[in-house]
């Protein structure tokens, strides 16, 4: 970091006007002192042979030279401190024109494997840079757990939240043992995701509710314009299994995000025995077919493959650039100036004794 000063004619003109103080004080303590000259005073120069008194007056002397240099220290600093002291931060910065919503469904039949789901989100996480992260959860509706945003101590609290929770619901075993507060937590997390009766795992709803948090997606025709602003990519995760009526299937919700520039990469959740079902095979013909990623749980090197394939269809990266910083920096310039004040109220206090 550099140091420089926003002000610098300030410190002249502080320093200018000190000057002329001083000069002001030392002129009528000039005169002061001219006027008694001329009247006979008591003098105690004689009184003041003793060894005792002789020490006294030393002290006395060397004391009052001390706080008045401190005083002066602390004007010198005081004019410097008007010019704004301030750091010149230089550093690299790299800005990202991606968007990335995590969409997981929480349903019945996938919520005893979405810990898993959200461990991979949290790897996941570790591979970006300046991309803006959301999250939504669904079942028959969606929930925003939180919106698109950059501030990844924030999305790795929620995750990790998230994911503290959903170990507790692995196995009917973990939901038996659970407490009261604890299935309260988690019924508190799930809020909002269950709105519509008699059905679960409506995929296509949640995929558009996901979709709808990103930039130049519409639930008709999309804003193409917006959508060509930022990279935008969706992690779906859910098994496919349909339960209900919804009102967008995969394959519409698919065709609209297609339309507003989103590629949506499927991951799948659920038992690894169900990977080769005829629901698991539709969900991975219908995101290839829109030109995503289809992964399942149980491919050790899926993490990597994902990263690899949103990072390869990236055009929109802004590039790493210098940026520089200027800000305020009057901390030790004023601790400097409350020390040397201190020492000259504690030196004015003993001379005043």
């Not at 600093?77 to 010019?83: E, I, N, R, W």
């Not at 999250?135 to 790795?156: A, E, H, K």
């Not at 749980?297 to 390869?312: F, Y």
Request: aromatic share 6%.
């Amino acid at each position: 970091m550099m140091l420089r000063w926003q002000w610098p004619w300030a410190i002249l003109i502080a320093a200018l006007a000190s000057a002329i103080c001083i000069l002001i004080i030392a002129w009528v303590s000039k005169r002061r002192n001219s006027r008694q000259d001329q009247v006979t005073v008591y003098n105690i120069e004689d009184d003041l042979h003793t060894e005792h008194a002789q020490a006294a007056l030393k002290f006395w002397r060397i004391a009052n030279r001390v706080a008045v240099g401190m005083l002066m220290i602390a004007l010198v600093l005081a004019c410097v401190l008007v010019g704004r002291p301030a750091h010149v931060d230089a550093q690299d910065e790299r800005s990202s024109n991606r968007d990335i919503v995590l969409c997981l469904d929480v349903s019945g039949s996938t919520l005893p494997y979405d810990h898993q789901v959200i461990t991979t989100y949290l790897d996941l996480l570790q591979h970006f840079k300046g991309e803006r992260i959301g999250l939504s959860i669904f079942n028959s509706s969606s929930r925003t757990v939180f919106p698109l945003t950059d501030d990844y101590s924030m999305v790795t609290e929620q995750l990790t939240k998230a994911n503290e929770l959903l170990k507790g619901v692995q196995t009917q075993d973990d939901i038996d043992k659970m407490s009261d507060s604890q299935y309260q937590q988690i019924a508190d997390w799930l809020e909002g995701t269950q709105n519509r009766k008699n059905a679960t795992s409506l995929i296509g709803d949640g995929l558009v509710g996901c979709a709808a948090m990103l930039p130049g997606f519409t639930y008709s025709k999309a804003d193409t314009s917006q959508a060509r602003n930022r990279q935008a990519s969706i992690v779906l995760a859910t098994d496919n299994v349909v339960s209900g009526s919804p009102t967008y299937s995969l394959q519409q919700a698919l065709d609209l995000t297609s339309q507003a520039g989103i590629t949506v990469d499927g991951l799948y959740s659920g038992p690894k025995e169900s990977e080769q079902d005829e629901a698991t095979k539709q969900m991975e013909q219908l995101i290839e077919q829109h030109g995503g990623l289809f992964l399942v749980q149980s491919d050790s090197s899926s993490i990597d493959e994902l990263v690899r394939e949103i990072d390869g269809r990236q055009s929109h990266e802004a590039d790493e650039q210098s940026q520089t910083a200027l800000s305020d920096a009057p901390g030790w310039w004023t601790l400097a100036i409350a020390v040397l004040v201190m020492v000259w109220l504690v030196l004015a206090w003993r001379l005043k004794r």
